[in-house]
C-alpha cells in the first residue's frame, strides 16, 4: 500500500531564504507526483507536476525533483517571501489507479517578514 | 479559462440528514475526482469518475455516492450524516485522470450539527 510522508510537518523561515521541503513515497511504481499549496480553508492550488520519467521541473523560483528508485521528491524554494506561507502538498499516482492521487500530509510554510 | 467551480462553498446540516455537492470541472476535462480532508486524516480520496462511469473508490461508506453527468459535471451525496462527516470537501479534474494534471476547487465545507 503507497504511502506518502512529508518532513518536516513545520517550517519557520526568515524572509530570502532557500528553503527544501521533501517528499517520500513507500512505492516507486508511480505514474507522476505533484505539488501543491494549500491556503488556509482554501483548495489546492497546483505548483508542479513531474511525470515519472523526469527528474526535475522548475517553475519561476520553485523547483522540484523526483528520484523515482529512492522514493524521494524535493522541493525547493528560491529567496523565500511572506506571500510563501502555506500548507505545501505532495501527492503521487499510481499504475492501475487511474486519476487518484495518494497525498502527504503536508507541510505547514510560515515565512516571518 | 475557469477553473474548477464548487457549490455550495459552506453547508450547515444536521445529522441524519443527507446533502449533496456539486463539481463543475475545467472545459474539456472528462476525470473529476472526490477528497474528504480532515485535520486528522488528512486529504482522502473518495472516488473517480470518467465519462460518466465511477472508475475508482476510496475506503469510504456506502453512505457517500456520485455520479457524473454527460457534461463532466459531477456530484457527490452523503446520506444519513455524521458528526464526523465535518470536513471540507475537493473535487480535482483532470483531461484523462492518468498522468495528466489535476486542479481543484475551492472546496465545499460541510458543517454537521
Known sequence: KQEVTQIPAALSVPEGENLVLNCSFTDSAIYNLQWFRQDPGKGLTSLLLIQSSQREQTSGRLNASLDKSSGRSTLYIAASQPGDSATYLCAVSQYNQGGKLIFGQGTELSVKP | ?113
Open chain 2, 1 to 113: 479559462k475557469a477553473g474548477v467551480t464548487q457549490t455550495p462553498r459552506y453547508l450547515i446540516k444536521t445529522r441524519g440528514q443527507q446533502v449533496t455537492l456539486s463539481c463543475s470541472p475545467i472545459s474539456g476535462h472528462r476525470s473529476v475526482s472526490w477528497y474528504q480532508q480532515t485535520p486528522g486524516q488528512g486529504l482522502q480520496f473518495l472516488f473517480e469518475y470518467f465519462s460518466e462511469t465511477q472508475r475508482n473508490k476510496g475506503n469510504f461508506p456506502g453512505r457517500f455516492s456520485g455520479r457524473q453527468f454527460s457534461n463532466s459535471r459531477s456530484e457527490m451525496n452523503v446520506s444519513t450524516l455524521e458528526l464526523g462527516d465535518s470536513a471540507l470537501y475537493l473535487c480535482a479534474s483532470s483531461l484523462s485522470g492518468l498522468a495528466t494534471e489535476a486542479f481543484f476547487g475551492q472546496g465545499t465545507r460541510l458543517t454537521v450539527v
